[in-house]
């Protein structure tokens, strides 16, 4: 009911259809396909194949990186990980470990004919200052991130950067 509200909600804001879907969390399931499926979506990004203790659960390790049909009309475009290892790429290991991190994994999906699916908060964006938030998510916020994501996308602009769903 939640989906079928927001969607009907954001479509009528922007006068745009919603195709597309990323659940809080990356919580992907197979009953979350069968709703966004149901209510007319056409690609989801939920599923994050990554191995993480303690955060993203060891049997994601055997699902595919790449974009793929798990229902009739249903693409799921899975967020990026590091193609060897599942080590997740994502925005709290890009601002604390560098761009050389993100690099690497975004060339070794190159080498596999995958697109990367990296995906970034928009308060990554503005300083975080607070002592009740973990340093490791307010490190490297604001300007510094913003430089960090700037040279990463010069450095890769071969690839040409996009939406999702000009891509599937």
Same mark, same amino acid.
């Given at each position: 009911a939640d989906v079928k509200k927001s969607k009907r909600i954001l479509e009528k804001i922007t006068k745009n259809k919603v195709i597309g879907f990323r659940a809080p969390q990356v919580q992907f399931s197979m009953k979350l396909l069968q709703i966004l499926k149901k209510l007319n979506f056409k690609y989801d990004s +939920?599923? $994050?194949?990554?191995?993480?203790p303690g955060y993203y659960p060891?049997?994601?390790?055997?699902?595919?990186? $790449?974009? $793929?049909? @798990?229902l009739p %009309?249903?693409?799921e475009v899975p967020i990026a990980t590091l193609p060897n290892t599942r080590? @997740?790429?994502v925005w709290l290991f890009q601002r604390n470990l560098g761009n050389w991190y993100t690099?690497? %994994?975004v060339n070794g999906l190159e080498r596999k004919k995958i697109n990367p699916?990296?995906?970034? $908060? +928009?308060?990554?964006?503005?300083?975080?200052k607070s002592k009740h938030v973990p340093f490791y998510f307010t490190r490297r916020t604001g300007l510094k991130f913003c430089k960090q994501i700037?040279?990463?996308?010069?450095?890769?602009?071969r690839f040409g950067f996009g939406r999702v769903k000009d891509n599937i």
């Open positions: +939920s599923l $994050h194949p990554a191995f993480l060891y049997k994601n390790i055997t699902l595919p990186l $790449h974009i $793929h049909e @798990p %009309g249903l693409k080590f @997740p790429i690099q690497l %994994g699916v990296i995906y970034m $908060h +928009s308060w990554e964006f503005a300083k975080i700037d040279k990463f996308i010069k450095k890769n602009n």
